[in-house]
């Protein structure tokens, strides 16, 4: 009988087209490599003159008063990225993270300091080589302490090997594509502001609370920076110092202020003269921008003058085109939004970019002072030339500015394709809050998820299991206790079965809205909202203001949600996501990706207080499916290479014959070059075999 491809059976025919297509792919995939390096330098992003981290890079050319962002990583889906991170901090350990990139079976690569991996050691060298799988724009930062705040971050763009696979472009044809990147910032370094946010703060003056009975200590958290920086320029005006300003009244019923103070430099004057505006190109037809914010601690909110945003998709997904006024985009978020460029009227004109704080940052039953706050730019037609436009209203004037509280503003975000969630197999409730502690001495704030402060492991998980240093995960964590308000002290770690869907309620007993941000996966969300803080909690009687305190959301409120078994719509996906102050997000999500993946709120300083846990995605409490680790892997490389057997390979995992790599893998052991190569390949032909059989 003949031979054809469509009958099934291996021919000449088949392999012939089966060959044409590996060789197509692994000719478009390649490896591409970067160099980071990250040190202290003095600089003055905001004028200001302060001591910031620098990120430099190969051929990549920092400014004096610009030592960051670093410089943007770019790669094709498929690629293996290749990016060495040279420590040259003198005394602090370091790890880098790639937001909203899954490290698919390969969580060596995530970056979380002591949970996938020791941290890098001072004036040491660690390269992160793994395998693209995701498209859009995503961003590194730190994941050790607080030095992300400081200045260590940069963008990831990730393209689709061709332009025409890219649904963006092909609906939205541009001709520019540029990356904005928004934060917060602070005079004072990062350290200095954890130490003090967490410190006896009013510890020996006395504050009486409603009933005025007993002295209540109050934490000075840092609400209010001292400036905004776009791409990591801003502009404070120094000559305004008010070294006695106010900034908030937490408590309506006290007089203890929360501020971080301006005072005068101390290493030189401030910079006289603002700088020059920065310059966002518009022509052609479209210009595709990519906006990240990578603020520590607020939302934002950015708008065009006399321009339109179309928004084309979130956390690197795409998603059906929605046309604003503006943007609100939560703390770790990308957007990626269109400009239509039909301004092209002579003379030409410069045009306003404003980015401000959004309202719905500011915490609820507070005294919050105004934040009017803003930094700008300009988007401008080629040649670049002429006056600027007129703007429709200052960010003081926005009459927007309540509207601009929505804080489900990203759920209106719908993917591409419309989808539908299957139903879950179990529902896990998650219950984010805080706790107080009025007692000297300890920290006076402390973040919960179901009454747990997490604290990170003992060891990381990873390569103590790796090397049998210890035989299960939960060997590996920590525990400190129970703090003075009852809330439990240690790793706060989800056991979650490989394969299984589950569905997650967060519920926010807050008054201050959570930015939150799952490692490894992308999130499905079907519903989202506020809830009524008189009607919908469990009393927990009065706080030291005579407020009711609200406990856990009420069982009837739980169970009018959404029937977890049944299908539903999904609303928006992506791995960063809000819940609005007193409110709630619902998400699904198929674990499908074996490891220890941070789940935590990504304002900075709810971090580092315990707002954290691991979701542990195991078959049978381990790994078995993820791929072995680099030679030089942090910290241990001499250890590892002594436990290699005389045929080169490593001894089993949890005292079993099944390693903690898969077996597909276990054939590369010692080779990682190999091993990326081998994924890589692999992914990159089946890639091109679905492109193929299209």
């Not at 350290?191 to 967490?198: C, F, I, K, T, V």
């Not at 795409?318 to 003379?347: A, H, S, W």
């Not at 964590?477 to 079965?497: A, C, F, K, Q, W």
Request: net charge negative; hydrophobic share 35%; with cysteine.
């Amino acid at each position: 009988m003949a031979c054809s491809c469509g009958t099934g059976c291996l021919c000449r025919c088949c392999m012939k087209c089966f060959l044409v297509v590996m060789v197509a792919a692994l000719a478009q995939c390649k490896t591409v490599t970067y160099n980071l390096s990250v040190d202290r330098v003095p600089a003055s992003p905001d004028r200001y003159p302060v001591i910031a981290i620098r990120v430099s890079g190969d051929n990549y050319d920092w400014e004096e008063d610009r030592p960051f962002p670093g410089p943007t990583i770019r790669a094709k889906l498929g690629d293996t990225l290749e990016v060495t991170l040279h420590n040259k901090f003198e005394t602090e350990t370091t790890s880098l993270h790639f937001h909203g990139l899954h490290m698919k079976n390969n969580p060596w690569m995530d970056g979380v300091a002591d949970v996938t991996q020791c941290p890098i050691a001072p004036m040491t060298t660690f390269t992160y080589t793994f395998n693209v799988t995701e498209t859009g724009t995503f961003w590194y930062h730190a994941h050790s302490g607080h030095q992300y705040s400081a200045g260590f971050l940069g963008a990831v763009v990730i393209d689709y090997p061709t332009p025409k696979e890219d649904p963006v472009r092909q609906q939205f044809p541009y001709t520019y594509d540029q990356t904005i990147i928004l934060q917060e910032w602070f005079h004072e370094d990062e350290n200095s502001l954890h130490y003090n946010y967490r410190g006896p703060y009013n510890a020996f003056s006395r504050r009486r609370n409603w009933q005025g009975s007993e002295n209540i200590f109050q934490p000075n958290y840092p609400w209010k920076a001292h400036s905004l920086l776009m791409n990591g320029r801003g502009d404070y005006n120094c000559a305004a110092i008010n070294e006695t300003k106010k900034c908030f009244n937490r408590n309506p019923c006290g007089s203890g202020e929360q501020c971080i103070r301006e005072r005068q430099p101390l290493l030189r004057d401030c910079r006289t003269e603002s700088y020059p505006l920065d310059e966002f190109k518009c022509g052609g037809k479209y210009a595709r921008f990519r906006l990240i914010n990578g603020a520590g601690n607020v939302p934002f909110k950015l708008w065009i003058d006399n321009h339109d945003l179309i928004i084309v998709a979130r956390d690197g997904i795409e998603t059906k085109p929605l046309t604003v006024q503006y943007i609100i985009i939560p703390v770790g978020q990308r957007i990626d939004f269109m400009v239509v460029c039909n301004k092209y009227q002579f003379p030409l004109k410069k045009y306003m970019i404003y980015a401000t704080i959004a309202v719905g940052y500011l915490p609820e039953g507070a005294d919050n002072p105004p934040i009017l706050d803003f930094v700008a730019a300009h988007l401008t037609y080629p040649p670049g030339v002429g006056e600027i436009h007129p703007p429709a209203f200052l960010p003081a004037e926005d009459p927007t500015r309540t509207e601009g509280s929505d804080e489900t503003f990203e759920y209106k975000l719908e993917p591409l394709v419309e989808t539908m969630s299957p139903p879950a197999d179990e529902r896990i409730i998650l219950l984010g809050g805080e706790v107080y502690s009025m007692l000297p001495g300890e920290p006076l704030e402390e973040w919960t998820i179901n009454g747990i402060t997490h604290t990170m492991p003992k060891f990381a998980i990873l390569p103590h299991l790796y090397l049998a240093h210890a035989s299960t995960i939960n060997e590996c964590l920590s525990n400190h206790g129970v703090g003075p308000m009852g809330n439990e002290r240690r790793t706060n770690i989800l056991h979650l079965e490989h394969g299984k869907t589950y569905e997650f309620i967060l519920l926010g007993v807050s008054g201050q809205q959570h930015p939150w941000h799952l490692h490894g996966y992308y999130m499905d969300f079907i519903a989202a909202g506020r809830l009524n803080r008189s009607t919908d909690f469990e009393s927990l009687g009065v706080d030291e203001c005579g407020f009711d305190r609200p406990g856990s959301v009420k069982q009837s409120v739980i169970d009018s949600f959404p029937d977890y078994k049944e299908p539903a719509k999904v609303l928006s996906r992506g791995d960063t996501f809000t819940v609005p102050r007193y409110g709630y997000s619902i998400f699904r999500v198929k674990m499908d990706n074996q490891g220890p993946w941070l789940f935590h709120c990504h304002v900075g300083w709810h971090l580092g207080m315990g707002m954290a846990m691991i979701f542990s995605v195991e078959k049978n409490g381990s790994y078995p499916g993820i791929v072995e680790p680099t030679v030089d892997f942090p910290a241990y490389m001499s250890m590892a290479l002594g436990r290699r057997g005389r045929d080169g390979s490593f001894p089993p995992i949890n005292g079993t014959s099944e390693p903690l790599g898969s077996a597909a893998i276990s054939s590369l052991r010692g080779s990682p070059i190999l091993s990326a190569f081998f994924i890589s390949s692999l992914v990159s032909i089946l890639f091109a075999v679905q492109q193929y059989m299209k």
